[in-house]
């Protein structure tokens, strides 16, 4: 590199001896490099975490309404009353659903991408799929509130083409559906697959370029027909990037208030109760003890997914 | 592919177009409706067409203001991302030590884990430690979900990187600092800066660590959320979600091609 030769030759000036020492001393030059991180991550992160986790053994005094600093498990008792356990089922199922829509809706446009389309409409279709994932969550989340509205473009085209009636029907199935598309499960679900989605594209267009095309050709060389190839082949190898992609959708779902605050019925999910419990009825502990809910099911989710290679996926 | 590219079913190529479709027909809904001329609803076809919402937001200095904490906040987490991720990143890249692996996890932890978490634990020890929400208490939040940018950006750059290169500029008798500014420096500069530019972003847009960490402030998606209450002047939310797509649309397009070819520094380090 030219710039090289244009470093003139200096005697041993201070920051030459600094970078001898440093060259001597690697342990100290990384203790120096890492601490400012260390000290931000785990005094403010690891530290705010574990004050949190310390908060749901407090709890609140009922006639007060202030926060009593004993330590106790008064709070994991209201945590796991009926409705409150209603409320955590209800946010896993959601994240369960969202994430399988995902992967479906991923699979074909990944697979695209890696096997078929050119150079150039592959970088498109990258940074297609990218774009969104950076680009506001809210202001997306806003466009469904829009396109799912009564007298919006989503019934307006149904009508057109004369589907409405079908769209009826599938509001009146029980539990997906709801006295509109924006009040039921089925509008909520939309909406989460459709924030995610990149999260879940991503990863298996990761995992499925590590799939060596030999492979393809070798299985079928020996006489297997295309969908066994796909699921004995082509689906184990993509695995850890679908569950790697699966690590935000579920997480992602898992923590959110926005979206079951503008859409689905009003029952809680756990980010709304968060929100609720820590906003207007104070009750800090309780909050806390919500929140370590998607702590311990994420813990669990991470070392698995760990375990079965979805790291290297990322 | 050696065998040559074949093409694809029909059925696969009408799946991904219509998930393309998906992804990016939503934004256009906002576009028409900020140009709608009803204030209450979102009628579709639109009754008629108006550019007054545009004006209407212009003069709200409320919007202003936001937009204004957003911009900050945002600058000094990416700028604290920038230090915090490059630091580690430079630890990380080229030594093997006790615990290096923990590192990549920690930092990834506050985006891998759900915001609520995030945001309320931040919100729990920043009022047990007695400190006063303000534009800081935001910022130092954002800065610790935007560090994993920064830190995956550089890192990936570096290992792309000789290591001999740093070894070569001292033997030819550079000092670190010269070292630093002619040969790292350059290096990871593209880096850097889509690293900086996606930090920016994503500080500049987020909401649920935001709702937990903000006082009375107001950042630009805290008062779209809020605006989402209002019956009225329903428009001149979309005016305002036009301008965060144009905020962050054209930079993380360019932070995304910065990242994807990497030819440019690396292949005249390794040539020359």
């Known amino acids: 590199m030219a710039v090289v030769a244009e470093v003139p030759r200096a005697p041993a000036s201070p920051p030459r001896r600094a970078g001898a020492f440093f060259y001597r001393h690697v342990r100290l030059k990384l203790l120096l490099l890492l601490l400012p991180g260390i000290v931000w991550f785990g005094v403010v992160y690891l530290g705010s975490l574990a004050a949190l986790v310390v908060y749901s053994f407090y709890r609140l005094e009922e006639f007060t309404g202030l926060v009593v600093r004993d330590f106790g498990f008064g709070t994991y008792q209201e945590l796991f009353t009926a409705s409150n356990v209603d409320i955590i089922l209800r946010t896993t199922l959601m994240a369960a659903a969202v994430t399988v829509v995902c992967g479906l809706l991923a699979f074909p446009l990944a697979y695209y991408m890696v096997r078929y389309a050119s150079p150039a409409m592959k970088t498109v279709l990258y940074i297609g799929v990218l774009m969104p994932l950076w680009s506001s969550y809210l202001v997306r989340a806003l466009a469904w509130r829009q396109i799912l509205a009564g007298e919006g473009i989503l019934f307006w085209a149904l009508d057109k083409v004369g589907l409405d009636g079908v769209m009826r029907a599938l509001l009146d199935v029980p539990v997906v559906g709801g006295p509109s598309i924006v009040q039921s499960y089925l509008g909520m679900l939309s909406v989460f697959v459709y924030l995610w989605l990149p999260f879940m594209i991503l990863p298996l267009v990761a995992a499925l370029e590590r799939v060596p095309p030999s492979y393809l050709e070798a299985s079928s060389d020996l006489g297997a027909p295309p969908q066994l190839t796909f699921r004995r082949v082509v689906f184990p190898l993509a695995l850890p990037g679908l569950i790697a992609g699966s690590i935000f959708t579920f997480s992602l779902t898992l923590g959110d208030f926005i979206i079951p605050t503008f859409f689905g019925s009003s029952a809680f999910f756990i980010g709304t109760q968060v929100y609720t419990q820590q906003g207007v009825a104070g009750n800090l502990p309780l909050a806390a003890a919500f929140t370590v809910v998607p702590m311990v099911i994420m813990t669990f989710y991470l070392l698995t997914a760990r375990r079965l290679g979805a790291f290297e996926a990322l | ?272």
Not at chain 2, 33 to 41: D, E, H, R
Not at chain 2, 236 to 247: G, K, P, R, S
């Open chain 2, 1 to 272: 592919m050696s065998a040559g590219r074949r093409r694809a079913g029909l059925g696969l190529r009408l799946a991904s177009a219509g998930v393309m479709a998906f992804l990016y027909f939503p934004l256009t809904i906002i576009f028409v409706y900020a140009f709608t001329t009803q204030s209450a609803g979102f009628r579709f076809p639109p009754p008629g067409l108006t550019t007054e919402w545009f004006g209407t937001a212009f003069r709200n200095p409320e919007i202003w203001a936001a937009l204004r904490l957003s911009l900050s906040v945002a600058a000094v987490a990416t700028a604290v991302a920038l230090v915090l991720g490059s630091l580690l990143a430079a630890a990380v890249a080229r030594t093997k030590f006790f615990g290096r692996d923990a590192i990549s996890f920690i930092v990834l932890l506050p985006i891998a884990l759900p915001g609520i978490v995030t945001g309320i634990a931040l919100r729990s020890s920043i009022v047990l430690a007695g400190v006063d929400l303000s534009m800081w208490t935001i910022a130092v939040a954002h800065a610790t979900f935007c560090v994993v940018i920064v830190y995956n950006n550089v890192v990936a750059r570096l290992r792309r990187s000789s290591p001999f290169i740093v070894e070569a500029s001292a033997d030819l008798g550079a000092t670190g600092i010269q070292t630093f500014r002619y040969i790292v420096l350059p290096n990871i500069a593209t880096a850097l800066l889509a690293g900086a530019i996606l930090a920016f972003a994503l500080s500049f847009d987020e909401i649920i660590v935001t709702t937990f960490t903000a006082g009375q402030q107001k950042t630009l998606p805290i008062w779209i959320f809020q605006s989402l209450f209002r019956p009225r002047q329903r428009p001149v939310t979309n005016v305002v979600a036009i301008l965060v797509i144009a905020i962050t649309f054209v930079p993380i397009l360019v932070a995304q091609i910065l990242t994807r070819d990497p030819a440019t520094t690396m292949s005249q380090d390794r040539t020359r």
